[in-house]
């Protein structure tokens, strides 16, 4: 069966709330130190709203993601911007070429990969020297946390770390969005839940938007491309992989080659 993945993409025009924004320019926010004037290559890099921020600071972008549509939507993006490149990509077999680039990203991705493993060991092929592979997911180990459609398998930190111990010695993971507390936290958590249990959430961003509206309030369309000061930055926290993560909800995994 074909995936259309455009459906669940974090695509521009999509309604979206300040929390969802934040997330989004996080991630990229994150890279930043690692990928300066760099050959950076992100997978299942979906409408491409992270890379001509990426672009600013690097010396290359290559992108790709496996949905055509995706694709089509990133490549009009970018079509003037000279450093970045995109192509269809399927994250198990990556088409480039042996020490190739100085940083791979994965973000919100890793949990619809069939075969994660196979992504790190493609990941430890085409970086150089020293290079750097951040993945970026949603903490399953998060007391709010709920599956989306496609996936195959979420992480916890001490699973992040294990997976990327089959290829690589020196890594690090990060926690980012403390959960919220309090009596409205609580009360949407048990909303969330209950909603979870009588399988009410759906699989469509857009769908999803539209709910967000009603139970948390304003949202508004995301734009074309993330771009500096679109939202506040907060520094992750360096976790201990070995312990259960419950009071961040994404999680980051740093491996150097």
């Not at 990133?74 to 399927?90: E, L, M, R």
């Not at 839940?193 to 938007?209: C, E, H, Q, T, Y």
Request: aromatic share 12%; with cysteine.
């Amino acid at each position: 069966m074909t995936v259309d993945f455009s459906k669940i993409t974090e695509a521009p025009g999509l309604q979206v709330t300040q929390d969802q924004l934040d997330r989004i320019f996080h991630r990229y926010h994150f890279a930043k130190e690692f990928c300066k004037e760099k050959d950076v290559v992100e997978i299942a890099c979906g409408s491409g709203i992270g890379l001509g921020y990426l672009s600013t600071f690097s010396t290359s972008v290559v992108a790709g993601d496996i949905d055509e549509k995706n694709i089509a939507v990133a490549g009009k993006q970018y079509s003037s911007n000279p450093k970045i490149k995109i192509q269809k990509t399927d994250a198990h077999e990556l088409p480039y070429a042996d020490n190739s680039c100085d940083v791979v990203l994965l973000y919100e991705a890793i949990y619809y990969l069939q075969n994660p493993e196979k992504f790190i060991k493609e990941s430890w092929r085409i970086l150089r020297n020293e290079g750097i592979l951040i993945i970026g997911t949603v903490n399953r180990e998060w007391n709010d946390f709920h599956p989306s459609p496609y996936t195959h398998k979420y992480f916890s930190s001490a699973e992040l770390h294990g997976l990327l111990s089959e290829k690589f010695s020196d890594i690090k993971t990060f926690g980012a969005f403390e959960t919220e507390q309090g009596f409205k936290a609580t009360i949407f958590s048990l909303i969330k839940k209950a909603a979870v249990n009588l399988d009410l959430i759906p699989g469509s961003l857009k769908l999803r938007a539209y709910l967000k509206r009603i139970f948390i309030g304003k949202t508004f369309p995301l734009p074309d491309e993330i771009y500096e000061g679109i939202a506040e930055y907060q520094e992750p926290i360096q976790l201990n992989s070995s312990q259960r993560v419950t009071t961040f909800k994404i999680l980051y995994a740093v491996g150097k080659k």
